[in-house]
């Protein structure tokens, strides 16, 4: 089977409402220069879906919009340059927030490969260790019902010390961890921060009000064998912009 050269993209948006319209476009110009193939966008609200529709339609397929519209409140999109073949929603265990699994069938040039986008639960309780093993069997299905040959991209609510839930052994490889393995030493514009590549950062970023935090929430993942993936680029993206409270992740993939 051919390999597949991909540019992929994942970035939580923000749902809050300041300064929201010129946010939504600002990202999407961002997004834009960087052309990628697939992009994996959360917290995106019904505002926000509408301007993406305007500026990235037709160039992108909108993947995740229904014919009853956009889900109350917020919820996760995929855009891609490829033609869906299917797509569908998958609720995750013990979710009271409503979060799922978009996931989507792709038509590459080359071969057909499985996108996913989530949003983990948003719980951050006193009783930590029960809060982290919510979000930690959320991931773990999201491994589970994803085929072999996906890309799994959003938002872990995880914090930074959390390792051990995508061990980078066949077939979950984290495609950060992967790349700083292979990619020594590491580029600035990768890890500008005391703790690595860090999308929710209150040292850097303005919309953050706690500036103690630094945590790497949003990952891409990679199931699929190891010796079938190549990294050729990974790095954050808004970070001179700051359009969202989270920073974007860029990679380029070879599967």
Known sequence: MASSLLKVMTWNIWFDKTNRTQRTEILLNEVRSYDPDIIALQEVVQESMEIIIAKMHPTYYIIGVNSNGFPA??????????????????????TKMGRNLL???????????????????????????????????????????????????????????????????EPIIDVYEEYTVSQQPLSERLCPFQKG??????????????????????????KIKRNSLKIHIYELTGMVTQPSDHYGVFAQIEI
């Open 73 to 94: 409140g917020y919820d996760t999109l995929i855009l891609s340059k490829f033609p869906p073949i299917q797509w569908d929603r998958y609720n995750l265990p013990n």
């Open 103 to 169: 996931l989507t069938t792709l038509q590459t040039p080359s071969q057909q490969i499985t996108v996913g986008t989530f949003h983990l639960e948003s719980v951050f309780s006193p009783k930590i260790k029960t809060a982290e093993e919510l979000k930690e069997s959320q991931l773990k299905y999201i491994y589970a019902i994803s085929p072999m040959n996906s890309i799994l991209m959003g938002d872990t609510n995880l914090p930074l010390s959390k390792k051990g839930i995508a061990p980078n052994t």
């Open 197 to 222: 590549a860090a999308t929710y950062c209150g040292l850097t970023n303005k919309h953050v009000k706690n500036k103690s935090i630094q945590s790497r929430l949003d990952r891409i993942y990679v």
